[in-house]
């Protein structure tokens, strides 16, 4: 065997030292969910900064030549005594923030660790410690020595999104606070007995740090809180920040800052508070702050113990196909979507039988490629591998009971991929679930457009009926779909009497009033979706005009599995997000024979095929689409007279509801001229972009690129790795004045126009990843069958709104239903079938 520092010498050109902006993958392998904790420990490839588990480490090397591996493995010290009993030291100190690794925060975990590093060369597995680089060459010590500090100091991809996730939890100081103006008004506070000033309320008070008015706090989304008083005393006066009263500690308190809209730091409250007679020192709390507040609004009576089955003992299970989920910070939508999907055989077939074939076709970097990441996701759910107890910090040994916590895997790589570009899943904020079901399937069918397709088994036609009720005549469209949704028939609730006599001892202040939940029929909800609709400002080709017509919708195919949400999350008359706290009978069975789309009728005539007059500005000089440039195959470049007309009712009622004038032509332009409703969702939904309030840029204005400025490679590859074609983000960043973030909101509104353009696994051309197969037949493929079908899981939520609280779900697995609750997987008792959100069902053979 040659010299270890002769081999070292000949492979020292590949062994890089990490730079600023390196991707350094060492807490997780880029194939599966092998860690430095993991038997074997994981290797980081010393140019690429890959980082790969023992079973996979040889394969990177035969595939790649690549010899050298920085070999990280991490063993669990033994849990010491933080007791001050016999030896000398105090107890560690109780963190008072939530942030990682900085004064008064939670300790990083590498504290409980022991680490050994050292250097690796294949084949021969080679090995080469920090102490044996001292009796080499100068050039060898230095480099190799280089790669290894950067790779121990860097950054992991890991630690990244951990600091991301924790950084929302940081308040920040308020640019009001260092030069607070208080008024002298003699104003003293008394050190108890607060009450709103307006309304005499007693709890949740705040006081204007300006003025020493004591008003009530928000009314929140169930009712309870306060009577709004406290924001419009700001609203009226523009003093801008308050403190709550009971929440005052010497170590601080509660800060609102109603001019930022965020709780708030406040590096001078002793003094603003000793200007109003309150000296912090002595003051103790009394009230909950708004962190407890917020868990236990969200935390509604009841129904985080039932969905959770928290009242009951639950056995662990361990092995393959039920492994639990870390959760990465309000990832437990995502986790409760993935466990369902690689329930379903298409998904298993697609993605875990062919693991292997997936993986040797790996990209260079995996990390990035979606169905290898898919596909590392579905094996670590389904072989048992990391299906096993997590050891117990109370227990030195780790041989502790099982408590139902498991090892679990942690989806890092995966989420980050799925969520990139996305301006909501690519954030740690909490998401919907069915959003995040409906994006994903997105992702398949972009990435899957020339092989099989997973998302098939939820894909099915729906036949929607329309006859004009002036000429009697009907119109048959069909569209693609992927869940029924299902209205919440609130007036239909079989316990009418118990809500109203719960309400009115509400209403009357009574606190021992129970909590009741409606009950309402699932066969109620079902006739509310057959019923037709009616449609005010129907356009009849047949009578040349707007008309009345009447729609009902069927199902024109079967789907092998079936897809239901509740639509339990609505909006209130003041368009204040609420969840209906609803209890509904959803059958184990479900025939839906009955709702099978029947075509044309004997006899029936149908509706002209005339379009109706486009809508364009009264100005323009109809030229053609294109105008005088381009052809039909190309519509990039649009005459800049076409400009689509905005129904100005509808902006107008956006603008009177305070959203900006661009945000709500945008909304308008985007959901099609459809009605305010359409449009208020897009704005909520769009809140939070970057560009909400910027002007609106059509595809082919002058504000866009032309087709001769130069787009961003970055951004043009953000897309791309996105599942994408070049040429449909180029088409993308041109429509946005190549803005990134609103070409990936552009793209995805505009699906339907990019069909026609090639889109394969990875991004590729059609005749550059299949070898030039033949384009699928036109139209989308379906399957179809019997419309009789059984659940087999179900995914809960617990929480007022979609954006916070929890996703749990149940999955009935060899006849025994399972509840998967992130890392915790058990057999279930007691599934809450009647308080699910989304229903998967499958079909049933005859």
Request: proline content about 6%.
């Amino acid at each position: 065997m040659a010299d270890v520092g002769e081999v070292l010498m000949s492979v020292l050109s590949t062994i890089r030292v990490p730079k600023p902006g390196d991707r350094v993958h060492k807490d997780e392998c880029a194939l599966s969910f092998s860690s430095p904790e993991s038997e074997g420990g994981l290797y980081v490839c010393m140019n690429s900064f890959l980082g790969f588990g023992r079973q996979y480490v040889e394969r990177h090397h035969a595939r790649t030549g690549q010899r050298a591996y920085f070999h990280i493995t991490r063993t669990r010290k033994a849990k010491e005594d933080d007791s001050n009993s016999g030896s000398g030291h105090p107890p560690k100190k109780k963190p008072t923030r939530l942030a990682i690794g900085i004064e008064g925060g939670f300790d990083v975990e590498q504290e409980l660790y022991e680490e050994d590093y050292k250097v690796i060369i294949l084949p021969d597995r080679q090995e080469v410690t920090s102490d044996d680089l001292a009796t080499m060459p100068d050039v060898v010590r230095e480099r190799v020595s280089l790669s290894m500090a950067g790779i121990m100091s860097a950054d992991s991809v890991s630690h990244a999104l951990q600091v991301q996730q924790w950084d929302g939890e940081l308040r920040q100081e308020s640019r009001h606070a260092p030069e607070l103006k208080q008024l002298d008004n003699g104003v003293k506070i008394p050190p108890s007995g607060w009450r709103c000033e307006v309304c005499d309320l007693q709890e949740n008070i705040w006081m204007n740090l300006t003025d020493g008015k004591m008003m009530c706090g928000r009314r929140y989304f169930d009712g309870s809180g306060g009577n709004n008083h406290a924001l419009l005393h700001f609203q009226q006066t523009g003093f801008p920040i308050a403190v709550k009263l009971g929440t005052i500690t010497p170590d601080g308190g509660d800060v609102y800052s109603y001019d930022e809209d965020d709780m708030v730091l406040d590096s001078k409250l002793p003094e603003h508070l000793a200007h109003f007679g309150i000296n912090m020192m002595t003051m103790e709390k009394t009230e909950r702050t708004m962190t407890e507040l917020e868990i236990a609004v969200n935390q509604r009576v009841g129904e985080w113990e039932v969905i959770q089955e928290s009242g009951t003992t639950l056995r662990p299970l361990f092995g393959p196909g039920v492994t639990g989920m870390k959760n990465l910070g309000n990832s437990c939508y995502l986790n409760s979507v993935m466990q369902v999907l690689f329930t379903v055989p298409d998904f298993q077939q697609k993605y875990v039988s062919n693991i292997d074939k997936i993986i040797d076709e790996a990209p260079s970097d995996p990390t990035q490629d979606f169905k290898t990441q898919v596909a590392k996701l579905g094996y670590g759910l389904l072989s048992g591998d990391y299906s096993k107890p997590a050891p117990d910090p109370a227990d030195e040994t780790g041989a502790s009971e099982p408590r139902g916590d498991q090892i679990g895997i942690a989806p890092r790589m995966f989420k980050a991929l799925v969520g990139r570009g996305h301006p909501e899943f690519s954030t740690n904020r909490q998401q919907d679930a069915q959003e995040f079901l409906l994006h994903f399937i997105n992702m398949v069918e972009r990435n899957c457009r020339t092989g099989s397709n997973p998302s098939e088994a939820f894909r099915f036609l729906v036949e929607e009926r329309i006859v004009c009720q002036q000429s009697q005549k009907a119109k048959y469209t069909q569209r693609v779909d992927y869940m029924v949704q299902l209205p919440v028939q609130m007036d239909q609730a079989t316990n009418t009497e118990e809500l109203q006599e719960a309400e009115r001892r509400r209403e009357e202040g009574d606190s021992s009033a129970p909590t009741v939940r409606a009950q309402i029929p699932f066969t109620a909800c079902m006739a509310a979706l057959n019923e037709p609709e009616v449609l005010t400002d129907f356009w009849s080709s047949a009578v040349q005009s707007k008309t009345t017509a009447t729609k009902t919708t069927r199902f024109a195919s079967f789907p092998d599995h079936l897809v239901i949400q509740i639509k339990k999350f609505t909006f209130g008359l003041d368009w204040v997000p609420k969840k209906l706290d609803v209890s509904i009978d959803v059958p184990d069975t479900l025939d839906l024979s009955a709702l099978r789309a029947t075509g044309q009728q004997p006899g029936e005539e149908l509706l002209p095929e005339v379009a109706p007059p486009p809508l364009m500005t009264p100005d323009v000089e109809v030229k053609g689409i294109l105008g005088f440039h381009g052809n039909e195959e190309d519509d990039s470049l649009y005459s800049p007279l076409l400009s689509p007309v905005l129904d100005d009712s509808t902006v107008s009622q956006l603008c009177e509801m305070g959203f900006p004038l661009e945000a709500c032509r945008k909304a308008v332009y985007y959901t099609g001229n459809t009605g305010i409703d359409a449009a208020m969702n897009w704005i909520m939904g769009h809140m939070d972009d970057a560009d909400f309030a910027s002007p609106l840029v059509m595809p082919g204005c002058s504000s866009g690129t032309t087709p001769t400025e130069s787009l961003s490679e970055e951004h043009l590859a953000t897309i791309v790795s996105m599942g994408f074609s070049r040429e449909q983000a180029t088409k993308a960043l041109r429509a946005t004045s190549n803005v990134l973030d609103r070409a990936v909101d552009w793209i995805f509104s505009h699906l339907d126009d990019l069909e026609s353009m090639d889109v394969s696994e990875g991004g590729r051309s059609a005749a550059e990843s299949e070898g030039g197969r033949e384009p699928p037949p036109p139209g989308p493929r379906v399957k179809d069958g019997p419309g009789k079908y059984e659940l087999f899981a179900f995914i809960s939520h617990m929480g007022t709104s979609t954006m916070c609280g929890h996703y749990v779900c149940h999955i009935k697995k060899d006849h025994q239903w399972v509840i998967f609750n992130d890392q915790k997987v058990c057999a279930s008792e007691k599934p809450p079938k009647d308080l699910g959100y989304l229903y998967f069902y499958r079909r049933v053979s005859e």
